[in-house]
């Protein structure tokens, strides 16, 4: 993502998606409920080449990338700053 100005503005660059898992129902009849609640952070990086990356494994494989790990740090902070945390969301492994 760019400014106006034709700045580099890396904020839009950075996502993440959300995983869920359901187990079944505990008895017939009865409803599904949501196990585990996660988000995978993302990054869009401009390259080249051009590709989106899973930040955790990303950062796992070039420590030496300081911004995937602000980027990282930045997202979780961002997703869990709303009592997310407390409701089970959790960072993926």
Do not use: C, W
Not at 7 to 28: H, I, K, M
Not at 32 to 41: D, H, K
Not at 53 to 67: H, K, M, T, Y
């Amino acid at each position: 993502m760019f400014t106006y100005d034709g700045a580099e503005d890396p904020r839009g660059n950075r996502s993440s998606l959300a995983r869920f898992t359901v187990p079944p129902p505990a008895g017939p009849g009865l409803r599904r409920t949501v196990g585990r609640a996660e988000f995978v952070p993302q990054i869009t990086d401009l390259g080249p080449p051009y590709r989106v990356l899973g930040l955790r494994e990303a950062v796992r494989r070039d420590p030496g990338r300081a911004d995937y790990a602000r980027a990282l740090e930045h997202i979780r902070s961002v997703v869990l700053s709303r009592d997310a945390g407390a409701a089970k969301l959790a960072l993926a492994p």
